[in-house]
């Protein structure tokens, strides 16, 4: 079966730094699509950026230049790489697993995914 396990999440103060891990398991990794979200009571769950074997994609325009997502496929593990972390980047982080498409892109709606890890408070203090 699919499985996500994430860690790394924690407080920080503002202008601080964290990376979040998504190690995964279950499926063969170049096969999923894996996006990172973040939600929060006020939010929902919004998608953050996201990752397949051959492209990356920011969606939220504030964290661009701020966060990286990256894959190792030895670990079969996906990283996001937070810097300058903002109050507002507070939330629960989630990583979520789709199956890839035609055509393979990481490009996909919320709704697509179908499985999810347990979610990770990162909360940033000013």
Not at 11 to 22: D, E, P, T, Y
Not at 92 to 118: E, K, M, N
């Amino acid at each position: 079966e699919v499985q996500l396990v994430e860690s790394g999440g924690g407080l920080v103060q503002a202008g601080g730094s964290l990376r979040l891990s998504c190690a995964t398991s279950g499926f063969t990794f170049d096969d999923y699509v894996i996006g990172w979200f973040r939600q929060t009571p006020g939010r929902g769950r919004e998608g953050v950026s996201c990752t397949s074997y051959r492209d990356n994609e920011i969606w939220i325009d504030s964290v661009k230049g701020r966060f990286t997502i990256s894959r190792d496929r030895v670990k079969n593990t996906v990283y996001l790489q937070m810097n300058d972390l903002k109050p507002e980047d507070t939330a629960v982080y989630y990583c979520g697993a789709t199956l890839i498409g035609p055509p393979p892109r990481c490009d996909r709606g919320i709704q697509d995914f179908s499985h999810w890890g347990q979610g990770i408070q990162v909360t940033v203090s000013s």
